[in-house]
């Protein structure tokens, strides 16, 4: 199996049930760059009720290279699947 990666950082805005969620997506290669924009972004958004991530390194059938967070969301409905996308 594989799977695109982004070549530069990119964003969104997506607004549903009148409710905002920013969306942001970076090439990284270890997990240390990931929490790195992960507190980046609680630093530009200290307002988010929710900064919520998924990433996967390497083999995508390799469990043990991703990782994923809710931040304070029911338990499985948002960092796991922004890990599924």
């Known amino acids: 199996m ?3 990666t982004p ?12 409710s905002e969620f920013l969306a942001f997506a970076y090439p990284i290669s270890t997990r240390e760059s990931a929490m790195v924009y992960v507190q980046q972004l609680r630093a530009r958004y200290p307002d988010a009720r929710h900064h919520c991530y998924g990433y996967i390194l390497g083999d995508p059938h390799n469990t043990t290279s ?19 996308v």
């Open 2 to 4: 594989t799977y695109q």
């Open 66 to 84: 991703a990782g994923f967070d809710d931040d304070g969301e029911p338990n499985g409905t948002a960092g796991r699947p922004i890990l599924a």
């Open 7 to 18: 070549s530069a950082p990119c964003e969104a805005l997506y607004e549903i049930k009148k």
